[in-house]
């Protein structure tokens, strides 16, 4: 315990110095910059602008073959407690595994493995995003490409070497989940057309031509089953996508326009479009970037959206954003990337509760048909060697919480009702957002810096009034729950101790002690004629969420 309490203070006095210097640093090159700034922002409870749906609350299971180990199904349920996961949750229906030829040479499928699957995340009250991804090798026209799983597993991506048998195979899928879980059920579904096809890992030579004839007989095998059933494609990479947006107009052309591989008539099923797209590339920026960047991710989102409507027939089609994250390459850590720290630290709780602000006020304002916000989970297909290692995940090998997964668990406290909201100024740093159930109202607002990787930008002060119609005697309790360096952040805890590779238990229960969603202070009850303005700094990359519960 000495030991413990010597190296935690010694640690932290070492953490103080350091910032005392980057404050000190930044006044003597740029003045006083770094003076606390007032953002006022009013929230009127009697105006409803609309409901807030969970849009930002998807998830990939990623890698999919985990589901069904003890690992995977105890991920599973954290994301269903968290709010991580409250729509949908996005898996591989992994057909290699079903494939069954019999001696007279008869090809049938058994889908029990994947049925194991659907029934994990279906308990947590999700639905399914199912993607057709992996080719059977003895329907693989290049059974030699394969693509190289975790652990050792490998799953074939190669083009069928007969395009009727990947369409039995497809409509054998639909039937078999329609038959077993219901329309009801099924109905909620999505499905989509194999996975990133311009990126040479996911698809033979990422030949686009042949992945136009592999969507197109999938789209005419489900919806020859059922043509309600919703579909979707291309999937293809956000850098890739970016620096070349020709690949998705591409595909877009031929949906509108083009001659059906399947029915050989004009145009091609689609009932939404997904898209990836991050806020980097590789654990860094975007091309041309130094930095992460949520505005960069919209920019991306709002071209692909701008291409799109170019065909008049595809304008009412909604884009999905099936996969996002702050930066791409979700293995690619610290030790390569330094700015992959901010996959560890508040900049992701910032980052993601900025990203669901910038939506509300997108979909209030200038909707452009943007939904299906899926995180990318990804860094969990290699095995960690220690804690914190910047891969994107949202907990760590030690089952540390990460603050993004905080920040989940925040917005997992609103109601459902938007409410109207308004700031002084037009602040590019601060976002913000309310509403309220029958009983309580939230505040969300955050102060993103793209650019401060490190905390190290400038603090705001936030003024914030309510104006609602209380009853005379009433009173309030006010929450104020809190994500930054000092709070809800157990990065900061396992700095402190270190950084240890292999923490022992001491050490290991501090930090878990710090991993959860905290306060910023204890809860205070007030009468409401007593309530003023509620004031408070808000620190670079924090998060705050301010309830206030009326009885």
């Not at 030699?144 to 369409?167: A, F, H, M, N, T």
């Amino acid at each position: 315990m000495h030991e413990l309490s010597l190296s935690y203070y010694f640690n932290s006095y070492q953490i103080l110095m350091n910032k005392l210097i980057i404050v000190l640093v930044t006044i003597l090159f740029f003045g006083f910059s770094v003076k606390e700034d007032t953002v006022s922002i009013k929230v009127d409870t009697t105006s409803v602008v609309g409901k807030l749906e969970p849009f930002w609350a998807r998830q990939i299971i990623h890698p999919t073959e985990f589901l069904l180990t003890e690992w995977g199904k105890d991920f599973v349920n954290m994301l269903a407690e968290s709010g991580a996961a409250r729509q949908y949750i996005r898996i591989y229906n992994q057909p290699e595994r079903a494939f069954r030829l019999d001696d007279s040479g008869k090809i049938t499928y058994d889908w029990s493995h994947f049925d194991q699957m659907a029934e994990i995340i279906l308990a947590t009250g999700n639905k399914l995003n199912v993607v057709f991804f992996g080719m059977p090798y003895e329907l693989a026209l290049y059974p030699e490409s394969v693509k190289k799983r975790p652990y050792g597993g490998l799953v074939c991506i190669s083009p069928p070497k007969d395009y009727v048998q990947w369409q039995d195979l497809c409509a054998d899928f639909t039937k078999h989940v329609i038959s077993k879980y219901g329309w009801d059920q099924v109905k909620d579904w999505t499905f989509r057309c194999w996975n990133e096809p311009d990126h040479r890992g996911f698809w033979h030579e990422s030949n686009q031509k042949e992945y136009l004839v592999l969507y197109d007989h999938f789209a005419h095998a489900v919806k020859s089953v059922n043509p309600a059933i919703k579909i979707g494609g291309p999937a293809l990479t956000s850098t890739g996508t970016y620096n070349n947006p020709e690949n998705f107009k591409f595909f877009l052309e031929h949906v509108a326009n083009g001659i059906n591989h399947a029915t050989g008539k004009k145009g091609s099923p689609i009932d939404y479009l997904a898209v990836h797209t991050y806020g980097g590339s590789g654990g860094g920026g975007g091309p041309g970037r130094d930095f992460p960047d949520l505005d960069y991710m919209l920019e991306q989102q709002f071209r692909l959206a701008d291409m799109r409507d170019a065909y008049p027939v595809l304008r009412n089609v909604p884009i999905h954003i099936e996969e996002w994250g702050i930066s791409s390459g979700g293995t690619t850590g610290v030790s390569t990337r330094p700015t992959a720290d901010v996959r560890n630290s508040e900049y992701g709780a910032a980052f993601l509760t900025s990203l669901v602000a910038r939506h509300i006020d997108i979909r209030q304002t200038n909707d452009r048909l943007l939904d299906g916000f899926t995180f990318c989970s990804s860094g969990y297909e290699t095995i960690a060697e220690s804690d914190f290692m910047g891969y994107r995940t949202l907990h760590t090998k030690s089952g540390f919480h990460k603050p993004i997964l905080n920040a989940y668990k925040l917005l997992n406290r609103l109601g459902d009702n938007l409410l109207r909201i308004d700031a002084s100024s037009a602040n590019q740093h601060i976002t913000s957002f309310a509403t309220k159930d029958e009983n309580k109202i939230s505040i969300v607002v955050s102060n993103y810096q793209h650019d401060k990787i490190y905390g190290e930008g400038q603090s705001y002060s936030i003024d914030l009034n309510i104006k609602h119609e209380w009853k005379p005697n009433a009173k309030v309790l006010i929450n104020h729950w809190r994500i930054d360096q000092q709070h809800s952040n157990a990065y900061t805890i396992f700095k402190e101790l270190g950084s240890p590779k292999l923490p022992y238990p001491m050490q290991v229960d501090a930090i878990k002690s710090r991993m959860d969603l905290e306060m910023m202070k204890k809860p205070e009850t007030l009468a409401v004629r007593d309530m003023k303005g509620i004031k408070f700094d808000l620190p670079c990359n924090a998060v705050s969420l301010i309830e206030i519960e009326i009885y």
